[in-house]
């Protein structure tokens, strides 16, 4: 997995990206390539479980590297150049943040990351993302669903965001030195993500009638998924309790405010879709996924799988 990404030019505000490559302890970015947490504390904070802290960092990672795939395939099948970039950075963006967290969740804990042939020179944060089966997966089920028309890539970045920054927004605060950095710079990428994503629904939702409808049956189709980002995994709780992680429950309120917004901007009610059940009460944080992600991964990772001794 590779991270890096051009500076975007900044004319009046502070980039995203100011600072990338700076070697700061301080920041958990760009460091060094052969280790992306070079230079920043992993210690475990006292009185926290390394399992969990471990597991939670695992699962934030694994959404942002399902969903960083998802928007990526929009490459070069954006309706226009601008899009096609905007989406490309915004893949890239979640890509770097998932480097960062699996690094984070292998250094954590070490057996979750798989054992890999011998030889092998792929350091724990590549052998998390090629190596594991679907079910061995922890990410949100919103993430990993086939890409549908802009309307639903619009949907779906918007509410992935709006989610993810509200908890992010709270996780800068964490006790682990490196979640807390990785959030602190995330809050601004996300921001990004996700005020593009509202720009986009207003306008669909204003524009003609073809463009309406085809965002209205979007948020339709996504909405049973909006209330299971909040649900609380006992390892988010056990997180949460040790002053390392965020109870997304407790940033519903905070998240659908900025919703409703957009939504009240668009002239756009929401839903009334019941949400979609697990399988046995088992979510995509119990690692059930459905057959999407099974086919993503096995294009994901069929050269990794396939050279596993490779060197890139």
Known sequence: ??????????????????????????????????????????????????ATLGTY???????????????????????DLEDDI?????????????RLLLARAAKADESLVPVLPEGSPAPPEDA??????????????????????????????????????????????????????????????????????????????QGTDESRRRLLAALEELWPLWPELFDTHPVEAAAAEAGVGVDPATVREAAEGVLDQVLAAADVASPASPRRSGVLGRTGRDGMHGEPLSRMLAEMQSVARAHPRGLW
């Open 1 to 50: 997995m590779d991270s890096h990404i051009e500076t975007p030019p900044d004319d009046e505000h502070e980039s995203a990206y100011s600072g990338l490559l700076v070697n700061d302890a301080h920041w958990a970015f760009g460091t060094d390539f052969e280790d992306p947490l070079a230079g920043v504390d992993t210690t475990i904070p006292d009185g926290v479980d390394a």
């Open 57 to 79: 960092a695992l699962m934030l990672g694994d959404d942002s590297l399902v969903m960083s795939h998802r928007v990526s395939e929009w490459t070069s099948n954006a309706p």
């Open 86 to 98: 905007a989406l490309s950075n915004i893949a890239l963006d979640l890509l770097g943040q998932a």
């Open 128 to 205: 998390l993302a090629f190596f594991r089966e679907a079910h061995q997966l922890r990410n949100v089920r919103l993430a990993e669903l086939v890409n549908g028309d802009f309307a639903e890539a619009t949907v779906r970045v918007l509410l992935f965001s709006v989610w993810r920054l509200a908890v992010w927004e709270r996780l800068h605060s964490s006790r682990d030195h490196v979640l807390a950095a990785v959030a602190a710079k995330g809050v601004k990428e996300l921001a990004y993500h996700r005020d593009y994503a509202a720009r986009w629904f207003v306008t669909l939702a």
